[in-house]
């Protein structure tokens, strides 16, 4: 089946979509979705390539799906855990998805995400030092 027809069938009723009132475009929590946002672009689900990028303790795990086994949940997907700081991360990141043909369309997007996981890692990292209290 093809891209087009699955987003058409799914596209307003599926379980993932999150719609509440006085928004225009429902939001959505599926897997390998980068923005969260309810479209045929970044629907990880409908294409035979996705991309999705998730924390884990220190750095943050890429997984994709494979093109080849689209069909076969079990097996299509692969990931990788990037630990490295965040110059490096997000080089490796942007390197694997260019030199991989994988949806350049995607790499603006997650490189973003990516980048606010580590910009929230640093932030809970620093630890305020104590003064020592004063003796009389």
């Not at 998730?54 to 990037?82: E, L, M």
């Not at 369309?105 to 490189?111: G, I, R």
């Amino acid at each position: 089946m093809s891209s087009h027809l699955s987003w058409m069938i799914i596209r307003n009723t599926n379980a993932y979509l999150v719609k509440k009132r006085n928004i225009s475009k429902p939001f959505s929590t599926e897997p390998h979705n980068l923005l969260n946002v309810a479209s045929f672009r970044y629907n990880g689900l409908v294409h035979k390539k996705s991309i999705d990028i998730s924390p884990v303790d220190k750095g943050f795990k890429v997984s994709w799906k494979r093109a080849k086994a689209a069909q076969k949940p079990g097996s299509c997907y692969v990931s990788r855990t990037i630990k490295s700081g965040p110059r490096v991360a997000l080089f490796r990141l942007r390197r694997l998805i260019r030199c991989n043909n994988y949806r350049k369309d995607l790499t603006k997007a997650a490189l973003r995400r990516a980048s606010a996981i580590l910009s929230s890692q640093q932030r809970s990292l620093k630890v305020k030092k104590s003064r020592p209290k004063k003796s009389d």
